[in-house]
């Protein structure tokens, strides 16, 4: 069943209008006809047909004609409209990366998760986990003092830090100089690519890491300790230069 509205609504998005869609169609159901012979089937003056035919023809729509003296025109077949879109898709090409250039960034805004307790943390180890490809790069600023974490929970720690190791993940880890130090490096360095020693200590109670697009900060406060992720490529992008500068000055 011909449905006119759908019909219509699809050719005015190809930026044929109703008054153009209507000729088109009486085109298509009449045949080769003559200006006249369309003008008295839409109940239309000629001078309307006239006026409309043009872009028809233009957009390949309608061809002319010749029956001896006199002037035709028939509808081309319905398949011609693909060539519109086509033709469309080819001026968005062009199109497309000017406007994309004039657009305005807005400033990025921060996606931030906050885990409250150190069960919870649990999931964001999992979902690092589950979503790190072998070899990628880990950054990772500690305080150098595993009793509020990894004696809190040293069997949960120990596996994640088996499979880190399995996955071959590229640890980097910025440690503080301090007694406490040797200790951390003693229980979890086999877990660590490579370690150096910096004077400018991140915090006495806060870590941070940096995975990807997360940037994360663990407060240690025994069973208080918590973690906020805040996913920003902008701000881990910055983090990571600020990383990477500490860590070039660094005692290895």
């Not at 006119?4 to 109703?18: K, P, Q, S, V």
């Not at 090409?93 to 906050?114: G, R």
């Not at 649990?122 to 509020?148: A, K, P, Q, V």
């Not at 992720?229 to 881990?236: D, E, G, M, P």
Request: net charge neutral; proline share 4%.
């Amino acid at each position: 069943m011909r449905d006119d509205a759908l019909i219509y609504e699809t050719l005015n998005r190809l930026g044929i209008n109703r008054s153009h869609a209507k000729l088109y169609l009486q085109f298509l159901g009449e045949g080769a006809a003559t200006i006249a012979q369309t003008a008295r089937q839409l109940n239309t003056s000629r001078q309307a047909i006239y006026l409309l035919l043009p872009t028809l023809l233009d957009r390949g729509l309608v061809k002319e004609v010749r029956h001896g003296k006199r002037s035709l025109y028939q509808a081309l077949p319905p398949s011609q409209l693909f060539a519109l879109v086509e033709d469309l898709k080819a001026r968005l090409d062009d199109v497309v990366p000017a406007l994309t250039n004039m657009q305005t960034v807005p400033d990025e805004v921060p996606l931030v998760t906050i885990y409250a307790t150190p069960l919870a943390m649990r999931e964001w180890y999992r979902h690092f986990l589950e979503n790190i490809t072998e070899g990628e790069e880990f950054l990772l600023y500690d305080s150098g003092n595993i009793d509020n974490w990894y004696k809190l929970d040293s069997e949960f720690y120990k596996n994640y830090m088996e499979q880190q190791v399995k996955k071959q993940i590229h640890l980097l880890c910025l440690l503080p100089e301090r007694k406490k130090t040797s200790e951390f490096i003693r229980e979890v360095g086999w877990s660590i690519s490579e370690y150096r020693f910096t004077s400018q200590p991140f915090a006495k109670s806060v870590e941070q890491w940096i995975w990807r697009d997360e940037v994360c900060y663990q407060t240690i406060q025994g069973n208080a300790t918590n973690m906020i992720v805040l996913k920003s490529k902008q701000l881990a992008e910055f983090s990571k230069k600020q990383f990477m500068e500490i860590w070039a000055q660094a005692k290895k």
